[in-house]
């Protein structure tokens, strides 16, 4: 078996459909939409797909669905109030929830859907302001821009390849990070070989990632690469290092 067949024979063994499962709409997306809807009331704009489904880049190692919360731009609470409130309100209606960087975690069973609440920015765009709880603060970006990003970078093998590693050696690296430091890594390279352009990802995290600077493609004052603090950045770095020093697929990622 060649590198090429055994990588995507990694890919097609944990790649998830971009559509959703009858059971996952009615136990999951459907009672968490209602209660959203009830939370926002008229502030409510639009609730969607969002994240690794949309994108084409999900992978059943990861049980995560993303719904992002588009509140209308005249809503008057502050972006810290709407993400403490959504909090409180899921935890109230006898959900298991947890504070994430900007979204919020709940789990339903094995299942967990990542509620993502934004502000919708004056005018017609799809650029929203979020909270930043990990660092109590908040950025503009645009979702849109971002799924639209990776379906059509042509990356997509590459970056669930990168995924499956990621969850496979138990690394921290945001999924819009990880996703934008492929693209980054493979800049210019051909796309007929996957072995060998995640050969090259895992050698862009070694030599490059850690001092890279990577940028919102929505909006460049937004410092993607901030996301992780140096010492999360440098266990990405080791992992890489181990995984380049190894002789066999089977030992890297499988």
Sequence with gaps: ??????????????????????????????????????????????????????????????????????????????????YNSLYYHIEQAGYKVRKQNVSIGVSIGEKQVDLVPGKKRAGFTNDHSLYISKRDTWTQTNVITHINTVKNSGRINEIILTKIWRKLHNLDFPSIYLELSVLEALKGKQTASPSSNFWSVLEYLNDNFIDKRILDPANTNNMISDDLYKYEKEAIQRKAKESRGQKYWRDIIW
């Design 1 to 82: 078996m060649s590198g090429d067949e055994y990588v995507m024979q990694v890919v097609n063994k944990y790649k998830l459909p971009s559509a959703i499962d009858t059971f996952t709409q009615t136990n999951l997306i459907i009672p968490l939409k209602q209660l959203v809807t009830t939370w926002a009331g008229g502030c409510l704009e639009d609730i969607y797909l969002s994240g690794s489904r949309a994108k084409g880049t999900a992978v059943n190692l990861s049980s995560d669905l993303d719904l992002f919360i588009s509140l209308k731009s005249i809503t008057n609470n502050t972006l810290k109030e709407i």
